[in-house]
Structure formats: C-alpha cells, structure tokens
C-alpha cells in the first residue's frame, strides 16, 4: 500500500519506519523542508540501526530507503491508500488538515488520525465521507510498541476497521478495537498515572526521582516522568486538557499546574532537551 503520512514529528517518523519496514511505501508531509529533512534523517538512522542490529536485512534497508518521499505540499498524497494523520492534539489544526485532504485523495482512500484523545466522531465531522475516517492509534515509539487502537467513530464504515485490523496486522502489530469513548482505552487508565503522580509531587509527598524508581521497581518500564519526557510534555498535556473536556471537566482528570509550568518554561521532555527528568 501507499501510505501517506501527516505530521513527521515522535509519532509520524515511528509509524513510518514501521509501515517501510513492512514494505509499503510511504509519503510523509510536514510544514517546512527542515522537519522533513530532520525526520528522514531520524528515520534513516533508526533503520540503520535496525541493520546493525540483524533485526533489518540491507535489501530490506535499501527498499525502505527507495519507499520513503517527503514533501511539504498536500498534492503529493494524492495517491495514498491511506493517509495517517500525526499533527498536533488540536481539534481545529486537524479539520483544517483534514478539510483540505478530502479534495485531495482518491474517493476510496482512507483517513485516519493517530489522535490520542479528542473523539472520531468530532473529527469526522467535516468530511462529506465520514464513514471512510478512523482513530488509529499507535503508541510510542510507533516502531517498536505492539499496540495500536484502531478506533470506531458512529459513521465509520465496518469494513475501514476491518481494513485497518489487517493492516495493522501487517505491520506486526497487536490491534484492538476501541469505542470513540475519551481516551479510548488506554490513555484513559493512563491519566490516573500522570496526573495522580504529579499531585504527590506537588504535596511534596514524594519526589519525582522517587516515584519513578518506585514505579520501575514494581515492574513498570518507565515512570509516569520519565515517560511524559518521552511522549513530549506538551502533548501529554494536550491529551489531558482534551480528555478533561470531554468529560466535562471531571474532577480526576483535571490537568496539572506543575505539567502547565514545565510546558510554558520549554521544557517539553526528550524532544526539547530538558523536562521532568532530563
Ligand atoms: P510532535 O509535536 O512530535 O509532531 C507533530 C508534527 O506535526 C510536527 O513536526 C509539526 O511540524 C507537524 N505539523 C503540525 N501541523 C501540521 C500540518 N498542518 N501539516 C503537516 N504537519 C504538521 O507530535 P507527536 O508527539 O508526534 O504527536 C502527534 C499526534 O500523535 C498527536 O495527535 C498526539 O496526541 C498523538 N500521539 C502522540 C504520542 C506521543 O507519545 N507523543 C503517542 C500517541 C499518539
């Protein structure tokens, strides 16, 4: 398949590696040559890695390599079975996104989003086509997680999810079917993780070096800090602000002041240099 991608920030340049990697071509769109070029760069590298690492054979490489297009104009989706949507968590920038790609793809392509939080339902709804829209979303690092929500709106068609369970399939990937409930399915358990942290932290009940080696300590691969700086501050926040709104403002998704200072000091984790942890 051809796959269009929106967005080469974390989550667009993981899921293309894995959508070369299983052998599609895939056409990445940002706003400036300068991400592009960053992003081909991070893909590259990480594929390279893979060959060093005997999890990638170099014909493999050399096809992802050849597979790959970047390019800052809309126009260069036109062909794309599918387009996969990875901008920022704004309900506005993706209609404004999504507006402009319903007149650009062919009538039978579809139209995902990576969204975390913000509802199918609501997304779809500036498209003449909603029953072609799904949430497919994956996690990071988009390459290497397992899972991936492929999310039902009201109007999405049957055989789009069907469509998509295959692909993710394809892809090496675990789906899951999820209702267009908010946060889906796992970044509404999530929350309590992130937000109920950061109220300690604030008590001054613990600290954030603490909570992370306790949480390691019981099993989990990363704590709740040290994950946020990988997921990037601000999109973590976003994803909050989002889900608190959908549920019309409920007291125990309430976003974090603390979360609020890091993101309007810069500090939005790995991709900034600087966060909870770094
Ligand atoms: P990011 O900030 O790392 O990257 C977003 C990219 O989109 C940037 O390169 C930006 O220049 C580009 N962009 C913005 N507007 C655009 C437009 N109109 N057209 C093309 N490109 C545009 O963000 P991210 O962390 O990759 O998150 C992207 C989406 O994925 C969000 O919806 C987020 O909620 C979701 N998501 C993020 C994570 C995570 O861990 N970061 C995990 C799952 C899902």
Same mark, same amino acid.
């Given at each position: ?133 799904v949430g497919l ?11 991936v929500e492929v999310i039902?709106? !009201? *109007?999405?068609? /049957? $055989?789009?999810v069907?469509?998509c369970v295959?692909?993710a399939?394809?892809? =090496? #990937?675990?789906p899951?079917v999820a ?71 409920? !007291? *125990?998704?309430? /976003? $974090? ?11 939005? =984790? #790995? ?8």
């Amino acid at each position: 398949m051809m796959i269009g991608i929106c967005g080469a920030g974390t989550m667009g340049r993981g899921i293309a590696i894995a959508c070369l990697t299983a052998g599609h071509g895939v056409v990445m769109c940002d706003l400036s040559d300068t991400a592009l070029t960053d992003a081909r760069t991070g893909v590259m590298d990480q594929l390279r890695k893979a060959v060093e690492k005997g999890k990638l054979s170099q014909d493999a490489f050399s096809k992802a390599e050849g597979g790959l297009t970047t390019s800052v104009a809309l126009d260069a989706l036109a062909s794309c079975d599918m387009v996969i949507e990875a901008i920022a968590e704004r309900l506005d920038l993706k209609h404004t996104l999504f507006t402009a790609l319903e007149t650009i793809v062919g009538p039978k392509a579809i139209l995902a989003s990576n969204t975390s939080s913000i509802s199918i339902a609501s997304l779809a709804r500036v498209l003449s086509d909603p029953s072609r829209f799904v949430g497919l979303h994956f996690f990071n690092p988009a390459h290497i997680m397992k899972l991936v929500e492929v999310i039902r709106g !009201p *109007r999405t068609s /049957p $055989s789009v999810v069907d469509t998509c369970v295959e692909f993710a399939k394809g892809l =090496g #990937k675990t789906p899951v079917v999820a209702a267009d409930a908010p946060g889906f399915i796992v970044n509404r358990i999530a929350r309590n993780y992130y937000n109920e942290s950061q109220r300690i932290v604030m008590e001054g009940a613990a600290s954030i070096s603490q909570i992370d080696s306790l949480m390691k300590s019981l099993g989990f691969r990363m704590g709740p800090f040290e994950l946020m700086d990988l997921i990037g501050v601000d999109v973590n926040l976003d994803v909050t602000k989002s889900q608190w709104a959908q549920f019309f403002n409920e !007291p *125990r998704f309430t /976003p $974090s002041l603390l979360q609020q200072q890091y993101v309007d000091a810069g500090l939005h =984790g #790995k991709k900034s240099g600087g966060g909870f942890t770094i």
